[in-house]
């Protein structure tokens, strides 16, 4: 075969394969983004300016319910200069097996995975549960206090954990 054909067979080979999942996408939304396809994905979304001003973000869309692994979730999307730059989905706690198995099965073995027992004195010990993915500068957090009702998966990139909340 002559080294044309094997390049004209590699390139079918690659044309043929599935095209490569966004890391930590749901239901249509990931990171990158933008606020139309964000939109698109929630009609139910709220789209606004932020209400401080952050390196992180500009925007933000909330209140929209969406549906993961079928539990139902409420989700808040962060934009800066029209891309995703993070969002963060809350559910019920119970839901909190179904939302992991989920996960598994799309974005594949975590990184770090445990529960963390904190204690307190005169109190019951605190229980909070964490699952980690990192892909470069992209990272996905699923936090859950198990005596809790609320459990949360944060999504972001870059230095947006740290940046969101720093007030300018």
């Not at 239901?27 to 789209?47: S, T």
């Not at 999307?77 to 989905?89: P, R």
């Amino acid at each position: 075969m002559a080294w044309s054909e094997m390049r004209i067979a590699a390139l079918l080979v690659l044309a043929s394969l599935p095209p490569p999942a966004f890391a930590y996408e749901v239901n249509g939304i990931k990171l990158g983004g933008r606020e139309i396809d964000v939109k698109k994905a929630m009609p139910g979304a709220h789209c606004k300016a932020l209400e401080w001003k952050s390196d992180a973000a500009d925007r933000r869309c909330d209140d929209a319910k969406v549906s993961v692994g079928g539990v139902e979730t409420r989700i808040t999307v962060f934009l800066k200069a029209d891309a995703v730059q993070a969002y963060d989905l809350r559910f019920d706690t119970k839901e909190l097996e179904r939302v992991k198995s989920h996960l598994r099965s799309r974005w594949g073995a975590p990184l770090a995975e445990a529960t963390e027992v904190i204690a307190r004195r005169d109190k019951e010990d605190r229980k909070v549960f964490k699952m980690r993915w990192e892909k470069g500068a992209e990272r996905a957090l699923l936090t859950a206090q198990l005596e809790k009702k609320r459990a949360s998966l944060e999504v972001s990139r870059g230095g947006f954990p740290e940046e969101i909340y720093r007030v300018r």
